[in-house]
């Protein structure tokens, strides 16, 4: 037998990557959106029904209920623990021994399961019975449980899931702010620039490229946002914490409109996709450098 | 470096970082609290110190969790998981980053796309084709779907690996007669083990934590992992906070003790991706 060539060893080598992503993702994915044109409950032959799918899906109040929650829930993650983060990696830049410790205690939440972060969240913080929340409402002033409250709720799990993740943010900060030449740092310090003017003219140039990936993630991420809706609130009360991604779990797990389900699909990827576009550009720019 | 910084930011960003500690840490330290005490006096005050150091409320919560068909079930799910995930990466990284391959950059692409792709896209139905193969609850066909999503982001870690090795190496072990799979085996692999015991940890851990997928895969009794028993506990252990306190110390503790003793290898795989330096 003539022994492989290099060539053949290295398409050998890159094979069962390829196959396992084109079996597990690809090929299901352009399979959602085909059953998006189609009525399907999953088990039945699909029928096709051409755009009926979209058409139900924009005449559907909770639909756009919830691509206005991902739009503020976007909103919500590129502003709020964006500038905790920004804020926590530059106070910890100046204290590079202690800045370790601190970096690993603000990861630990987001470390650890949602399921586990979700279920002591609303047992042991927000419950108006067992919570913390319950013990200052039965002693000192009443309050109601803001998961219960439509005007509260999507802030209530929104605040959940920051605390969880804030912490990998400061950590990618920090990290990103490291870099910074310590001449330049001297030099601002030397001239008599501020804690703010060192930030915002020194630290914040040098880690653009950083603070733009990060935006870009939390923006795709926002719109594909699950696990904590789901495991506190299902998407309830009355609505108010629906998202593209719950909305379409219930389509296929609950009622079986498969076919809804992966409309809805495509419409979260499609903002995904957006931002993606930009993503993949950023990132060939600095994988050709 | 010391900052020039006036006394009162002094303080004001020691008041910003011990508060954030202590925000990050309130919930766990409620949980080891109220791990120890009964329902009554958690009710009565979450905050109050438990009389004694009691282990009804774990043995409870073992039993109520089904932790012990869990823990199985997770290990299984995530170490499998992990072993694909870091077999097939390690492979494609080399290959991809010695661009030998024709439409490598197209591969590339490929995969970059990937790393974002929303599970909702491909979920609904490779679920039904599950169902219908019967595979539904088998954990190393749910570890394939896992390992999937893993495989990019891992091969970008990896590569970034095999392209600080320099090329000469790979040519010096042809010279010696070793075909591409004994220089990936014998020269590469070990050149490459900071990153693949980086890729390992974060993988795993990603995959003892996952909801969606495993959620919905992994569903029945027999075939449930340690977050999905402890989360049937959620509500049907409502009037046993204890319990539920218990349960969650149980779920918490060992990841937190993982991630202390290895967090240097998570730290650099999370930054790795996002800082260029």
Not at chain 1, 278 to 287: D, I, Q, T
Not at chain 2, 56 to 72: H, L, M, P, T
Not at chain 2, 97 to 123: D, E, H, S
Not at chain 2, 212 to 237: A, D, P, V
Request: aromatic share 12%; glycine share 6%.
């Amino acid at each position: 037998m003539k022994p492989l060539s290099q060539r053949a060893y290295h398409v050998l080598f890159v094979t069962p990557a390829l196959l396992l992503s084109v079996a597990i993702v690809l090929l299901p994915a352009l399979l959602t959106f085909g059953a998006s044109f189609s009525r399907w409950d999953g088990v039945s032959a699909p029928a096709f029904v051409g755009l009926d799918n979209f058409e139900a899906l924009f005449a559907d109040n909770v639909f756009w209920a919830a691509i206005t929650n991902n739009i503020q829930w976007a909103l919500i993650f590129l502003t709020i623990p964006m500038a905790i983060a920004l804020v926590a990696a530059s106070l910890l830049l100046s204290r590079r021994k202690s800045g370790a410790v601190y970096q690993v205690i603000f990861l630990l939440p987001y470390v650890l399961a949602p399921v586990a972060n979700a279920v002591i969240w609303q047992n042991i913080i927000l419950s108006p019975v067992s919570g913390l929340l319950g013990f200052v409402s039965k002693n000192f002033i009443p309050l109601s449980s803001p998961l219960t409250e439509p005007s509260t709720a999507l802030y209530a799990v929104a605040g959940v899931d920051i605390w969880h993740f804030w912490g990998y943010l400061t950590v990618v900060f920090f990290a990103a702010m490291r870099q910074t030449p310590e001449e330049q740092l001297e030099a601002a310090f030397l001239e008599g620039a501020n804690g703010w003017q060192v930030f915002w003219n020194v630290t914040l140039p040098n880690i653009l490229p950083t603070l733009g990936l990060m935006l870009v993630l939390v923006t795709i991420f926002s719109f594909l946002t699950f696990d904590y809706i789901y495991l506190i609130t299902q998407g309830g009360p009355a609505r108010a914490t629906e998202m593209l991604s719950t909305y379409a779990y219930k389509f296929a797990f609950t009622s079986f409109q498969v076919g809804k389900a992966a409309a809805v699909a495509l419409v979260m990827s499609f903002f995904g996709l957006i931002a993606s576009i930009v993503y993949v550009r950023m990132s060939r720019a600095s994988l050709e450098a | 470096m010391q900052t020039s910084a006036s006394p009162l930011s002094r303080t004001l960003a020691n008041v910003f970082l011990i508060g954030a500690v202590l925000v990050a840490l309130l919930p766990l330290a409620l949980v080891a609290l109220n791990a120890f005490k009964p329902h009554t006096a958690i009710v009565a005050n979450p905050l109050s110190l438990p009389e004694s150091l009691s282990l009804d409320n774990f043995a409870r919560a073992w039993n109520g969790g089904k932790f012990s068909i869990g823990i199985v079930n997770s290990l299984l799910l995530s170490g499998t998981t992990t072993l694909i995930t870091l077999a097939f990466a390690s492979l494609a990284a080399f290959a991809l980053a010695r661009r030998k391959i024709p439409g490598w950059q197209l591969i590339t692409i490929y995969f970059l796309c990937a790393t974002t792709v929303p599970i909702q896209l491909f979920l609904f139905p490779l679920y039904f084709v599950y169902a219908k193969l019967g595979i539904v609850g088998n954990f190393a066909a749910t570890s394939l779907i896992l390992a999937a999503i893993n495989l990019p982001i891992s091969i970008f870690l990896l590569r970034a690996y095999v392209i600080s090795i320099p090329q000469d190496v790979d040519d010096a072990a042809f010279m010696d007669g070793a075909n591409p799979l004994q220089t990936f085996l014998h020269v590469i692999l070990p050149l490459m083990r900071p990153g693949l015991i980086t890729v390992a940890i974060i993988v795993f851990l990603n995959s003892w934590n996952e909801f969606l997928i495993t959620s919905t895969f992994q569903k029945g009794r027999s075939n449930i992992t340690m977050t999905l028993g402890y989360l049937s506990m959620n509500g049907t252990y409502a009037t046993d906070q204890g319990a539920l306190m218990a349960g969650a110390f149980i779920l918490v503790a060992p990841i937190i003790v993982f991630f202390l003793l290895l967090q240097r290898f998570f730290i650099s795989g999370m930054t790795s991706g996002a800082v260029k330096g």
